[in-house]
């Protein structure tokens, strides 16, 4: 019993050799006196086609099969006659393990994604999301290898928080009453009788919790799933998704944005390398050009320029902006897009004006910009932020009651500039904004399993 | 600028060198005319001695340091006369990044545990939560590692869910809600009007949905984090831990034990030879013996036994146990142990009764058993459950029914008997409990970086 994986790694071994496999039949061709089945078990993205003929004692138990069929066949490796593929398994032998209705949602034709999504339970059996899905693997065990192989130590920091600063509005609120039967005191919830004896929340961060181990193995990361209550409906959100947050001490912007740009090359470089079948498959039908983006990227020096800087060069652009360029504001995805064609390549941006960035960004010492970046990508925008963290007792304070964040919950957050405390960064990635990104496909709800959306949580 | 773990690495290198580092003061014995520093960064378990004297232009500024001040170093890497050390750093230069008060509570010094919970954004700068969570890091990458060089697909199961079949008292409810201001519908919460049109729990396995994605890749892991509301306060219970949960397609138990063994000898082979200081303190100030333990469980056959053999193992014993062992009913903490004393090593018990088992077990052929497995660890105890699941759609349906299982939220995963579906098993790994394990720390509020608790969600 071996995978077709390692039928393709050993092929020379197993030429001319008897085999069993197990796996499904993506799809069957039956002829009067012969067939062939379009044979795949998951392990790898290609597929192996088994050919039977009326000799074969099982041709009559072969021609009852239905497309989705779970069997265990045993045959013969053969260099193939036919086009189309170098080798072929004549079966000799075929156990049914579960055959599959004629109504079987997934037949072989091109289904739309959207149709796709509502069979999301089958959709993996799919070309498209078999490689999807094996890219998001590997991606995220390059990930793992490339900090680990850097010494940094995997934190899992908890879901489960009570720390709302970040505006608790924006959080998932957990409970463990029964919700008809919520108990209160003065006319409120009272929370004080749930489980944790006060309100908690399902985090929309581990960065807090980061910047604690920071301080004790200089160099962290964490990689988890994370929350938003956002009741938005685009291409590019979801309720639920994963996240990457490192966090280094000792350690400025410069370096900041050298380990992400290092990072980023790691993971397209890995994935590059051990998805070759995937990638292909994506550059032929999902986004022309894919491997070639990925490549150039690999080989690219990422752009560093400061938000002021990028604000002149949209100010001179000979374009007609929806949203005009302002020093003192974000910019729109249409000025992420210019910028990233303008230096058609990777952008790192710095420099932010503070009262759009977060409360514990560190303020530089014009008063008026955050010491924050955002690599800004070709295609996929906003594909990380970070920052260099406010190491100052005082100032961090000052500036949190400046934009009215509540720091009682967080006081040991504040507390680690006051023991041992040291200048140190940090920065967050979308996981799946960087699948949309290696993959080429568009919409988040086709790169995660099981995406959660408003009015959207069937499986 | 190097970590400490490099200078450690190429000692010889850097030998007689004049380097930088960056990093904490973990200790400081001040004398009249010199001092020593125990100089730690965190990037490994080992430490190192700086050494300065009354000739050093930054002597005044040193003796004012306290215990916990972060420091940048620079000075020469030297052979030691000391004793306890085998080379030490004479400091040439030295910048106070931060400094940390007198009333630090983290002094070097044996703090309880308890304590130590109490400071839990502190403590992982002590050796013991030092070791404790690198060894947690690595083991989680060691997991991956094994996985994916087996051919494993890595899944993202959601932990958002409204699939409530395992009994939605023991999962958290999550809303968008201001609890206060819960609409309602006939004296009911009406859920319906929340973000995803219906009442959501944040999930206590990934099982369910893992089943899909191996029945399209064959091999598939999880490794996120889970819930449970249990109102428990024992040394084994979490309300959030992180579980590893994989699903082999065309896999009978035989061969679920296969895999659980082979991969709990790789994980444990892992962390001793890349966490070989850690285990060493882990041993010395933990759980004497812990480094044979492991080393032996490597080397190790594991037993399998049914369910009822250790029943009759279990009442021909000498022992007065506090519950009568019963051929209808699980086992006791008390069985568990005798029975790794017994066979003096880790057990794989099968084929339990089922109605203490799960619905989606598969029944054997007698119609009393199901063919689970749980996996029982000298010290530990119950470190692994799997089982066979039940691959034929009426049996799991009528199973259902019999133990009240609301099959309408999962109708998806019964339907994969119907499409192509195969023999194929799986198992769940506590991660939390294979660290009490693999570090002999006996309370799993240590082994977890921010514990989640009844009434405790502090930080």
């Keep these: 019993m071996i995978d077709v994986k390692e039928l393709y790694q050993k092929l020379d071994t197993y030429m001319n050799q008897t085999i069993t496999l197990q796996g499904w039949i993506r799809n069957i061709r039956k002829q009067k006196d ?23 004692k099982c041709f009559d138990q072969i021609n009852k099969l239905h497309i989705g069929a779970a069997i265990t066949v045993t045959g013969t490796v053969k260099a193939s006659i036919g086009a189309g593929q170098s080798f072929e398994m004549i079966i000799e032998d075929l156990v049914v393990e579960g055959d599959c209705p004629e109504d079987y949602p997934l037949q072989p034709k091109r289904h739309t994604r959207e149709f796709l999504r509502e069979i999301a339970y089958l959709r993996p059996r799919t070309n498209l999301f078999q490689a999807v899905f094996r890219i998001r693997s590997v991606a995220a065990h ?7 192989e850097h010494g ?7 879901l489960i928080t009570t720390a709302d600063c970040e505006g608790s509005d924006q959080m998932f609120k957990i409970t463990s009453f029964n919700m008809d039967r919520i108990p209160t005191i003065d006319g409120h919830a009272d929370m004080s009788k749930d489980l944790f ?10 960065q807090l919790h980061g910047e604690t181990f920071a301080m004790a193995f200089k160099k962290i990361y964490t990689f988890g799933p994370t929350f938003r209550t956002e009741n938005s409906n685009t291409k590019t959100h979801a309720n639920e998704f994963w996240m990457i947050e490192p966090e280094i ?39 022309n050009g894919l491997k070639e983006k990925l490549t150039k990227l690999v080989n690219s020096k990422f752009t560093r320029i400061t938000h002021h800087e990028v604000i ?47 409360w514990y960004m560190k303020t530089n010492e014009d008063g008026k ?27 961090l304070i000052n500036r949190a009651h400046e934009m009215n964040v509540d720091t009682d919950t967080v006081d040991w957050f504040c507390n680690l500039r006051r023991y041992g405390g040291c200048y140190h960064s940090g920065f967050g990635m979308g996981f799946e904004r960087l699948l949309i990104y290696l ?21």
Tied chains: 1, 2.
């Design 34 to 56: 012969f067939g062939f089945i379009d044979f795949s078990d998951g392990t790898c993205f290609n597929h192996i086609q088994l050919v039977y003929d009326k000799e074969n």
């Design 312 to 358: 002149d060069i949209l100010k001179k652009a000979d374009m007609d902006f929806e949203f005009t360029p302002d020093y003192e504001e974000d910019i729109a995805k249409e000025h992420e897009k210019y910028i990233t064609e303008y230096f058609n390549g990777p952008v790192f941006i710095t420099n932010w004006p503070k009262d759009i960035k977060a």
């Design 197 to 206: 004896g006060k309100q908690a929340f399902i985090t929309g961060t581990g």
């Design 369 to 395: 910009t955050v010491a924050a970046v955002d690599l800004e990508v070709p295609g996929a925008g906003e594909l990380m932020g970070g920052s260099e963290r406010e190491a100052d007792y005082q100032k």
């Design 439 to 459: 993959t080429g496909v568009e919409n988040i709800r086709d790169v995660i399993p099981y995406p959660r959306t408003p009015k959207n949580c069937d499986f």
């Design 249 to 287: 001490a000792f350690c400025h912007l410069d370096g900041l944005m050298d380990i992400e740009e290092e990072m980023l090359k790691y993971i397209v470089n890995y994935v590059l390398e051990k998805c070759a079948e995937e990638i292909a498959f994506c550059d032929q039908y999902v986004e």
């Design 152 to 158: 940094y130590l995997y934190v899992h920091t908890p």
């Design 142 to 148: 390059a990930i793992h290898t490339y900090f680990q």
